[in-house]
C-alpha cells in the first residue's frame, strides 16, 4: 500500500462514508459512494477541508492486503472488538461488518440501522426506503469520535471487507501511550473508550506485588509448619529425658596460678605442712605442722600433750605418706612443741617470716587439717595485732599466754599447729586458738572468724630452745600484778602475796627503779588495758631484749627502760 496525492474529489469519493456525513445532507451519487477495493484507503489521504492528520501509530504502511483467511482472533481481543465490528454501536452480530460497495445502490453495508430498499442504503432492489429520522436513524449523526483508536479526530470510515484491519502486535496492552485506549472515546461495548464485551473479556496476568505476597506466605507458611513438625519429632518425653541434649566439652584453660595468688601460695606450701594423729592411753586428739630446717616438725603443746611419754604419734605429710615421730620438747606456756619423725620423705622446708613487719589487713593463709581434713586451705587477712589470749584454764599450771596475730582465715579444732603464712609463702605465724561463742559438750563449736597464731618470732626462739635443751626460757620482769585495779593501765600489787614481793628484788622492775604502786601505762608505745595483755607481750619477748615502760606515780608520769629476765626454773615433779 502506498500514500498518494489525490484530487479533493477523489479524496471525497474514497472515504466511504455514509450520506449523513457530507454537510449538504444528500445521499449522495454512486460514484461518490464508490470504493476501489484496490485503491488506497481513505485514511492514508488528507481531508481537503480540514486540517492534515497523521495515522494512527499502530495501523502499518506499505504492506500488501491481509490473507482473506486471517483468522478471527488476531489480537484485538485484548483491546476490544475488531474495528469495523459493530462500529455503528448497534449493528447486527450476524452480519458482515462492511461488504464492497457495487456500482449504484446496489452496496451492501451493514451500519448499524438495518437494510432498508428504496433508501438508497440498501441492497436489494425493492427494499422500501426509510426517510432520514424514521426508524431510529439520525441523518446529521456523523460518526466523528468513531473513527481511530488512538483518539484523534478521524474524517473517513471506509473499512474494506477485502482488506481487513492489521492486527496489533501479540500482548499489546500496557506497551506505550499509543496503546492505550483514547481519551474521551465512547464507552459502549465492542469501542475503544468502553469496557470489552462480554464475549471478549480483558486478560491480564497477576502484578508482581501479588506474586511476591503470595511467595511471602508460602514461606512462611512452609516455615512454620517446618518447626510445628521438628518440635513435634524432637519433644523430650514425659520423663524429662532428652536424648540429644549435651551440654558441650569442657572450655580450655591453664591451671598455671600466679605465685602470690592463693592458689600459687597454697602448691608451694602445702608439701611442707604434715597432719599429726596422737594416741596416749585413754584419749586421742589430732592437728597440724609444718616441716622446719633439720627434719623437725613444730606443733602446739596442746596437740602432742596426750602422748606423754608412752603414747604414739603418726605423722602423714601432703603426698599422704606416713611414719612416726617422737617428741623433741615441749613449752606449755608458749603452747609450743617440736617432733621429730622417722622419715620426711624428701618433703621440703618451710621458710619463717618476720612477724614484727606483719600490719593489720595484710592477706594471710591458713593451711592444715581442720577436723580431720588434710590439706585444707583458707585466707583471709590479718585482723589485729598483739591480740592478748589465755589458752588453757585460768590459774592453771598449764595456761597460756599469747600476744597473738588475729585474723578472719578460717581455724577450726584441727588447725591447730599449722602454718598462717603471707602472700610470699612466708610463715608468720602458728595457728593456735579459736574465740568461740560457747564450748559444746566433747568439744569446741567450728570458727566464727576469730583465729589467734603465736607470733612466729616467739615460736622460732621457743623451737630453737627445744630443739637444743629440749626447754624454752619464761621471759619475766619481776612485779606482781594487782588484780583488783580497774583504773587505766596495770597497777603494781602493793602487798606481798603468798610469800612473793610485789617487786622481786634486785629483779628487771626493781633494777629499772620500778616500785610496788606504779602504775605501768605503756610498753613499747602500746597502751596497756589490763594485767593479762602486760603478762602476754613480756611472755612473747626473748630474755634479754629491752623495754621502754612508761608509768605513771604520785600522779607523775615517767619512763623507764626494763630488760627482759628469765623466770628462775620450777623444779620438775619427781616421783617419791
Same mark, same amino acid.
Given at each position: 500500500?502506498?500514500?498518494?496525492?489525490?484530487?479533493?474529489?477523489? %479524496?471525497?469519493?474514497?472515504?466511504?462514508?455514509?450520506?449523513?456525513? #457530507?454537510?449538504?445532507?444528500?445521499? *449522495?451519487?454512486?460514484?461518490?459512494?464508490?470504493?476501489?477495493?484496490?485503491?488506497?484507503?481513505?485514511?492514508?489521504?488528507?481531508?481537503?477541508?480540514?486540517?492534515?492528520?497523521?495515522?494512527?501509530?499502530?495501523?502499518?504502511?506499505?504492506?500488501?492486503? #491481509?490473507?482473506?483467511?486471517?483468522?478471527?482472533?488476531?489480537?484485538?481481543? $485484548?483491546?476490544?472488538? $475488531?474495528?469495523?465490528? %459493530?462500529?455503528?454501536?448497534?449493528?447486527?452480530?450476524?452480519?458482515?461488518?462492511?461488504?464492497?460497495?457495487?456500482?449504484?445502490?446496489?452496496?451492501?453495508?451493514?451500519?448499524?440501522?438495518?437494510?432498508?430498499?428504496?433508501?438508497?442504503?440498501?441492497?436489494?432492489?425493492?427494499?422500501?426506503?426509510?426517510?432520514?429520522? /424514521?426508524? *431510529?436513524?439520525?441523518? &446529521? #449523526?456523523?460518526?466523528?469520535?468513531?473513527?481511530?483508536?488512538?483518539?484523534?479526530?478521524?474524517?473517513?470510515?471506509?473499512?474494506?471487507?477485502?482488506?481487513?484491519?492489521?492486527?496489533?502486535?501479540?500482548?499489546?496492552?500496557?506497551?506505550?501511550?499509543?496503546?492505550?485506549?483514547?481519551? @474521551?472515546?465512547?464507552? @459502549?461495548?465492542?469501542?475503544?473508550g468502553g469496557p470489552p464485551p462480554a464475549s471478549a473479556p480483558v486478560?491480564?496476568?497477576?502484578?508482581?506485588?501479588?506474586?511476591?505476597?503470595?511467595?511471602?506466605?508460602?514461606?512462611?507458611?512452609?516455615?512454620?509448619?517446618?518447626?510445628?513438625?521438628?518440635?513435634?519429632?524432637?519433644?523430650?518425653?514425659?520423663?524429662?529425658?532428652?536424648p540429644s541434649f549435651s551440654l558441650g566439652g569442657a572450655p580450655t584453660?591453664?591451671?598455671?596460678?600466679?605465685?602470690?595468688?592463693?592458689?600459687?601460695?597454697?602448691?608451694?606450701?602445702?608439701?611442707?605442712? !604434715?597432719?599429726?594423729?596422737?594416741?596416749?592411753?585413754?584419749?586421742?586428739?589430732?592437728?597440724? &605442722?609444718?616441716?622446719?630446717?633439720?627434719?623437725?616438725?613444730?606443733?602446739?603443746?596442746?596437740?602432742?600433750?596426750?602422748?606423754?611419754?608412752?603414747?604414739?604419734? $603418726?605423722?602423714?605429710?601432703?603426698?599422704?605418706?606416713?611414719?612416726?615421730? !617422737?617428741?623433741?620438747?615441749?613449752?606449755?606456756?608458749?603452747?609450743?612443741?617440736?617432733?621429730?619423725?622417722?622419715?620426711?620423705?624428701?618433703?621440703?622446708?618451710?621458710?619463717?617470716?618476720?612477724?614484727?613487719?606483719?600490719?593489720?589487713?595484710?592477706?594471710?593463709?591458713?593451711?592444715?587439717?581442720?577436723?580431720?581434713?588434710?590439706?585444707?586451705?583458707?585466707?583471709?587477712?590479718?585482723?589485729?595485732?598483739?591480740?592478748?589470749?589465755?589458752?588453757?584454764?585460768?590459774?592453771?599450771?598449764?595456761?597460756?599466754?599469747?600476744?597473738?596475730?588475729?585474723?578472719?582465715?578460717?581455724?577450726?579444732? *584441727?588447725?591447730?599447729?599449722?602454718?598462717?603464712?603471707?602472700?610470699? +609463702?612466708?610463715?608468720?605465724?602458728?595457728?593456735?586458738?579459736? %574465740?568461740?561463742?560457747?564450748?559444746?559438750?566433747?568439744?569446741?563449736?567450728?570458727?566464727?572468724?576469730?583465729?589467734?597464731?603465736?607470733?612466729?618470732?616467739?615460736?622460732?626462739?621457743?623451737?630453737?630452745?627445744?630443739?637444743?635443751?629440749?626447754?624454752?626460757?619464761?621471759?619475766?620482769i619481776g612485779v606482781a600484778i594487782d588484780p583488783t585495779y580497774q583504773?587505766?593501765?596495770?597497777?603494781?600489787?602493793?602487798?606481798?602475796?603468798?610469800?612473793?614481793?610485789?617487786?622481786?628484788?634486785?629483779?628487771?622492775?626493781?633494777?629499772?627503779?620500778?616500785?610496788?604502786?606504779?602504775?605501768?601505762?605503756? !610498753? /613499747?608505745?602500746?597502751?596497756?588495758?589490763?594485767?593479762?595483755?602486760?603478762?602476754?607481750?613480756?611472755?612473747?619477748?626473748?630474755?634479754?631484749?629491752?623495754?621502754? !615502760?612508761?608509768? $605513771?606515780? +604520785?600522779?607523775? /608520769?615517767?619512763?623507764?627502760?626494763?630488760?627482759?629476765?628469765?623466770?628462775? /626454773?620450777?623444779?620438775?615433779?619427781?616421783?617419791?
Open positions: 500500500m502506498t500514500d498518494d496525492a489525490r484530487t479533493s474529489h477523489e %479524496a471525497h469519493d474514497a472515504e466511504g462514508r455514509t450520506p449523513s456525513d #457530507f454537510t449538504d445532507g444528500g445521499h *449522495g451519487t454512486p460514484e461518490s459512494r464508490r470504493a476501489d477495493s484496490s485503491g488506497p484507503s481513505g485514511a492514508d489521504l488528507p481531508r481537503p477541508d480540514g486540517p492534515e492528520f497523521s495515522r494512527p501509530e499502530f495501523l502499518p504502511a506499505g504492506e500488501g492486503p #491481509f490473507q482473506a483467511d486471517r483468522p478471527r482472533d488476531d489480537g484485538w481481543s $485484548q483491546l476490544g472488538a $475488531q474495528p469495523g465490528r %459493530a462500529r455503528w454501536g448497534g449493528g447486527r452480530r450476524d452480519q458482515p461488518e462492511l461488504l464492497r460497495h457495487d456500482d449504484g445502490h446496489g452496496d451492501r453495508r451493514d451500519d448499524g440501522y438495518g437494510v432498508r430498499p428504496g433508501d438508497g442504503y440498501g441492497d436489494r432492489p425493492g427494499d422500501r426506503d426509510v426517510p432520514p429520522g /424514521e426508524g *431510529g436513524r439520525d441523518p &446529521g #449523526f456523523t460518526g466523528e469520535h468513531w473513527g481511530d483508536p488512538s483518539g484523534r479526530p478521524r474524517h473517513d470510515t471506509a473499512v474494506f471487507a477485502s482488506q481487513p484491519a492489521p492486527p496489533p502486535p501479540a500482548q499489546a496492552f500496557g506497551m506505550g501511550p499509543g496503546w492505550a485506549p483514547p481519551p @474521551g472515546g465512547p464507552s @459502549g461495548p465492542g469501542s475503544f486478560r491480564r496476568g497477576p502484578r508482581t506485588a501479588t506474586l511476591v505476597v503470595l511467595a511471602l506466605m508460602i514461606a512462611l507458611l512452609a516455615s512454620t509448619l517446618g518447626s510445628v513438625g521438628t518440635y513435634l519429632l524432637t519433644k523430650p518425653s514425659g520423663s524429662g529425658r532428652d584453660g591453664s591451671n598455671t596460678r600466679a605465685p602470690d595468688s592463693v592458689a600459687g601460695v597454697a602448691s608451694k606450701v602445702l608439701p611442707s605442712v !604434715v597432719s599429726l594423729a596422737v594416741e596416749g592411753g585413754a584419749s586421742s586428739s589430732t592437728g597440724s &605442722g609444718f616441716l622446719i630446717k633439720g627434719g623437725y616438725v613444730v606443733t602446739n603443746n596442746h596437740v602432742v600433750a596426750n602422748a606423754g611419754t608412752t603414747g604414739q604419734i $603418726q605423722i602423714q605429710f601432703n603426698n599422704r605418706k606416713s611414719t612416726s615421730a !617422737v617428741v623433741v620438747g615441749t613449752d606449755p606456756e608458749s603452747d609450743l612443741a617440736v617432733v621429730k619423725p622417722a622419715e620426711t620423705f624428701g618433703a621440703p622446708e618451710i621458710t619463717l617470716g618476720n612477724s614484727d613487719n606483719v600490719v593489720v589487713g595484710d592477706p594471710v593463709i591458713a593451711i592444715g587439717s581442720p577436723l580431720g581434713l588434710t590439706g585444707t586451705v583458707t585466707s583471709g587477712i590479718v585482723s589485729s595485732l598483739n591480740r592478748p589470749v589465755q589458752a588453757g584454764e585460768e590459774n592453771s599450771t598449764e595456761a597460756t599466754w599469747l600476744s597473738a596475730v588475729q585474723t578472719d582465715a578460717a581455724i577450726n579444732p *584441727g588447725n591447730s599447729g599449722g602454718p598462717l603464712v603471707n602472700v610470699n +609463702g612466708e610463715v608468720i605465724g602458728v595457728n593456735s586458738a579459736i %574465740a568461740t561463742l560457747g564450748r559444746s559438750v566433747g568439744g569446741q563449736s567450728g570458727s566464727i572468724g576469730l583465729g589467734f597464731a603465736i607470733p612466729v618470732n616467739h615460736a622460732r626462739r621457743v623451737a630453737q630452745e627445744l630443739i637444743t635443751t629440749g626447754k624454752a626460757k619464761k621471759s619475766r583504773g587505766v593501765g596495770v597497777r603494781i600489787a602493793t602487798e606481798s602475796r603468798q610469800g612473793a614481793q610485789p617487786v622481786e628484788p634486785n629483779g628487771p622492775a626493781a633494777q629499772a627503779g620500778l616500785k610496788p604502786g606504779d602504775v605501768i601505762l605503756e !610498753v /613499747e608505745g602500746v597502751v596497756l588495758q589490763d594485767g593479762n595483755e602486760l603478762i602476754a607481750m613480756i611472755r612473747n619477748r626473748a630474755p634479754g631484749e629491752k623495754l621502754s !615502760v612508761k608509768y $605513771q606515780r +604520785g600522779g607523775q /608520769e615517767s619512763t623507764a627502760t626494763v630488760t627482759v629476765g628469765v623466770a628462775p /626454773e620450777q623444779p620438775s615433779p619427781k616421783p617419791s
